[in-house]
């Protein structure tokens, strides 16, 4: 069998688990104390490889194919097609009929039918969402599918393996979708990419049969004007396209394609049209006797809604005995046009009306992908036509990512969270900018505008994707921030101003401070950094006005956050998120030389520090001092009050406002301190005193089994007897009636915060036990693995992940002073390698360790990295060593540089 000109068949590689990759053992060794409560050294240290699933593992799994900002459909666990979000909306349950079959025949008689996908899985069968009728979801799940599946993820690739003893052909399914670091167009493209391998079994030629189906994946409410072609045939780029005459604004203008590299492939565009199942059992019946019919277009579509509008693309051929073949699919979608739109200024009704947006775009949102493409058919050719290099340089990153020095379940947890990036949570506009849900609920997408205290917590996209990680900084500051200095959490879109009637998120506000400082480290643009300090400046002031008017360093008036409640009186979470973003202030004032602000701030955070150990630490851990009286917000209670019942009134007269923490142990409750050790900042709080406070969360919050829990609020994402960390927990009593209104819950977002935290202090067994946790509940027969979900699914809070990566790896660069650190915390292990990526590079570090030196490797696998400085701290005596350089460049196609750090005498740097 032949491919179309210019295409270069790549036979599919072996899967190679992380084991095999030269992973360095995890050692949990010297001052790593496995504690109560931890798992066991074998445990932490993990399988080496990533999980396979099968049988009911698969039911809930669900794995992402599609573009940063552009959508996605997803693959089920049995190699099923589920979930289309394509059309710049969340879109779970709908699943048109979408599948892949195969007839085979060894000589006379009707052969053998299998539909490529593993037994249906019992969510698919009848779940709440579903009417009892016994119709599913797609249409085909009755149709024969092959006997056993298993299912293998290394984000972005997942593999199928299918077996069914009937079927002398063995099957496997790569499926994947292009995710580049650094590379936005490569990993934006709206497509999802396939490919199907068959090998002949038996000792006996085979004549097979294989086909691809696809419905029409459009919710538009009426299919006329529709139609769908085989397209292309005998060019580079052939297969099904669909599309209408719908005019190019119309809201529900879209197209798909479906193509293929692969020579003599015929298509049927006329599927049988009636009512019933009349469609579905035409087609199977010609399945069944390997005899599809051949029509190169559609009929004229109508109204109804009963018709299956679709399209086969299939190939007949023979296979020898032992022999393999692959077919590549690739599945694109466009859909240039929504009705989003969300929180402009003009749209409130005091409004003057007038246009706040940026100039020249619509009025509504309009993905990025379609400045890029006129259609899916574009899309396709360009998919087509960089097949390979999309390939190759996505397998690279995930040799990079799952080759690292890290337990299996951190590589799991890192690796599924960046999922998210690739699903309906989030959009690019198209102005390039993105903006984001919290999360995707089942139709719609969850809590709007890029919720500021929420993408916080997300730590994968600035380091990946550093330029549009900057975009989001330009939202905040630029469009969603007034004259005061107030800042809208949640932004506009299409990009453009915002109301400003509600209250300010101060955790969101000032950490939106401290990730300026991080996103001007990591691309070390001193231009940006001077545009930005004028509006960083006046929301700092902002927050000291509104929070902080006596200077005390801590917020004392009540201060909304994550939370979604006010907290009355000093804090240790927001306060901490003060006190770092004073710390960055200080930093970036000192370097643009503006000396006032530079002892104003630091004097605050000063004051700050000393503020939280004498007035929040309890002895063991920092807690909140409640407080209503002798504030600003004292002087208009009543309007604070508005809205409490005549029970709640006397709760507080007794205890004080609702919703508070007061005497808890809050797992979060240090944040701004965990932000200021990963930027390499001066210390927010007292270390030694937050590492205490970090092992009372562990003490006190981690439960090993949650049965016996009392949640009156949302139980499903931990409950029975799940491992988990509980938000906040009273160990000395104290408990509000009524504290904030998600404490008694776990989120894996704050789970990861935390756990990466603990592995900077030193508490490795206890931050490892935590991750291993939360996997051990992503187990794909309650949940699914590549979705971890919050207020939604696919919550943005989960990217928290990536910053077990930063913390274990010790890998920090500073693109400004161009200085590497390397700090590794993997358990004093001699020698290992992780993955690292910054703007403008990214590839792997390898340490050794040597009695009086420690050897430094970099592999750029793509960009530029320049180097001036290496300092390294070792994972023991935590001494830093320097060592500078004379200007190195790191990059491709150059071999590793090697540096050579050492205790004293002479150093080296060998290219």
Not at 18 to 29: G, Q, V
Not at 54 to 73: H, K, S, T, V, Y
Not at 156 to 184: H, I, K, N, T, Y
Not at 724 to 729: E, R, W
Request: charged share 25%; aromatic share 10%.
């Amino acid at each position: 069998m032949s491919y179309c000109r210019g295409w270069r068949e790549k036979p599919m590689p072996r899967w190679r688990s992380s084991e095999s990759r030269n992973r360095a053992e995890l050692a949990l060794t010297g001052g790593q104390r496995v504690t109560s409560g931890t798992y066991n050294r074998k445990q932490l240290a993990g399988s080496g490889r990533q999980r396979t699933f099968r049988d009911n593992q698969l039911a809930e799994i669900a794995f992402p194919l599609g573009g940063l900002g552009a959508g996605c459909l997803h693959l089920g666990g049995s190699g099923n097609f589920q979930d289309f979000c394509l059309f710049n909306r969340p879109d779970f349950g709908h699943s048109p009929m979408t599948f892949a079959a195969l007839h085979c025949r060894t000589g006379g008689g009707d052969g053998l039918m299998r539909v490529l996908e593993g037994p249906v899985q019992n969510p698919h069968i009848y779940n709440q969402g579903r009417f009892g009728n016994g119709a599913l979801a797609s249409g085909h799940e009755g149709l024969p599918h092959m006997a056993r599946a298993d299912f293998t993820g290394e984000y972005p690739f997942a593999r199928v393996r299918l077996e069914d003893r009937e079927l002398p052909v063995g099957v496997q399914l790569e499926a994947w979708s292009p995710f580049v670091p650094g590379d936005e167009e490569a990993s934006g493209l709206p497509a999802a990419f396939l490919r199907y391998r068959l090998r002949n079994r038996s000792k006996r030629a085979l004549q097979i049969q294989f086909s691809f189906h696809a419905q029409y994946p459009g919710k538009c409410s009426t299919l006329a004007g529709h139609r769908v072609h085989h397209r292309g045939v005998g060019g580079e780029t052939s297969g099904l396209f669909f599309d209408s005459d719908l005019p190019g604004p119309h809201q529900h203008k879209a197209s798909v394609a479906v193509v293929s590299p692969l020579n003599g492939q015929q298509a049927d565009c006329a599927w049988f049209r009636g009512g019933w199942w009349d469609g579905l059992t035409i087609l199977c019946n010609q399945l069944l006797s390997a005899q599809l019919q051949t029509n190169s277009q559609s009929p004229p579509t109508s109204d109804d809604r009963q018709v299956r509008f679709g399209a086969s693309l299939f190939w007949n051929l023979t296979l020898k005995p032992g022999e393999s073949l692959d077919i590549p699919l690739v599945y694109c979608w466009h859909a240039p046009n929504s009705d989003l739109r969300q929180s402009r200024a003009e749209d409130a009704d005091d409004a003057d009306g007038l246009d706040s947006g940026r100039p020249g775009m619509a009025r509504t949102y309009r993905p990025w992908y379609a400045t890029r493409f006129n259609d899916a058919w574009a899309v396709a050719e360009y998919a087509l036509g960089e097949y390979h290099q999309l390939l190759a340089r996505s397998r690279k990153f995930r040799g990079a990512l799952f080759g690292s020095s890290l337990p299996d379940y951190v590589l799991d947890a890192v690796s599924a969270n960046l999922a998210i990036l690739k699903s309906p949570t989030v959009l690019r506009q198209e102005d390039g900018m993105l903006w984001c849900w919290e999360g995707s609920s089942y139709g719609g997408g969850c809590c709007s505008g890029t919720c500021t205290h929420v993408w916080n917590y997300a730590q994968a996209l600035p380091y990946l994707f550093p330029a549009l990680e900057r975009t989001l900084r330009d939202q905040e500051l630029s469009w969603s921030m007034d004259r005061r200095g107030h800042v809208t959490f949640r932004a506009a879109l299409p990009t453009g101003k915002t109301t400003h009637g509600g209250h300010a998120a101060a955790d969101g506000q000032l950490g939106g401070i401290a990730k300026v400082y991080r996103d001007w480290r990591i691309s070390g643009d001193d231009d940006w950094l001077r545009a930005q300090y004028p509006l960083v400046r006046r929301s700092l002031e902002y927050c000291i006005r509104t929070w902080d008017p006596d200077g005390k360093g801590a917020l004392l008036e009540p201060h909304h956050n994550t939370y979604d409640i006010e907290f009355w009186g000093a804090d240790p979470l927001c306060t901490s998120f003060y006190l770092v973003a004073l710390r960055a202030m200080v930093e970036m004032a000192r370097h643009l030389g503006r000396e006032h602000d530079v002892e104003r701030y630091r004097k605050l955070a000063d004051d700050g520090k000393t503020y939280c150990d004498q007035r929040l630490w309890n002895g063991q851990y920092y807690q909140q001092k409640v407080q209503v009286k002798d504030l600003k917000a004292s002087r208009r209670l009543n309007r604070w009050l508005h809205g409490y019942s005549d029970e709640a009134m006397k709760l507080f007269r007794r205890e004080g406002p609702k919703y508070q923490y007061g005497s808890g142990c809050i797992s979060d409750g240090v944040i701004g301190e965990w932000y200021a050790t990963m930027l390499g900042l001066p210390a927010a709080m007292t270390r030694t005193r937050v590492r205490r406070h970090l092992a009372s969360i562990f003490k006190y919050n981690f439960r090993p089994s949650l049965q016996g829990h009392a949640n009156p609020q949302r139980p499903g994402y931990a409950l029975n007897d799940e491992p988990g960390l509980l938000l906040c927990s009273w160990p000395g009593g104290g408990k509000p009636s009524l504290p904030f209104v998600y404490s008694d819950e776990v989120w894996t977002g704050i789970e990861y915060q935390v756990a990466s935290h603990m592995i900077y202090a030193g508490l490795l067994a206890e931050g490892l036990s935590i991750v291993r946790a939360v996997r051990l509940r992503y187990d794909g027969r309650r949940r699914n693995p590549w979705n971890e979900y919050e207020c939604g699914n696919y919550y943005a809070r989960a990217m928290a992940s990536y910053s077990l990566l930063l913390a274990l790896s010790g890998v920090r660069y500073d693109a400004g002073r161009r200085r590497l650190e390397v700090s590794p915390r993997a358990g004093g292990a001699a020698e290992g390698r992780f993955f690292f990526a910054t703007d403008g590079a990214w590839g792997t570090v390898h340490y050794q360790r040597r009695r009086s030196s420690t050897q430094i490797r970099v592999e750029v696998a793509e960009g530029e990295l320049e180097i001036a400085e290496v300092v390294v701290a070792g994972d023991a005596s935590r001494r830093r060593r320097r060592q500078r350089l004379e200007r190195v460049i790191f990059a491709r196609p150059r071999a590793a540089r090697t540096v050579t750090v050492e205790t004293k005498g002479e150093r080296s740097v060998d290219a």
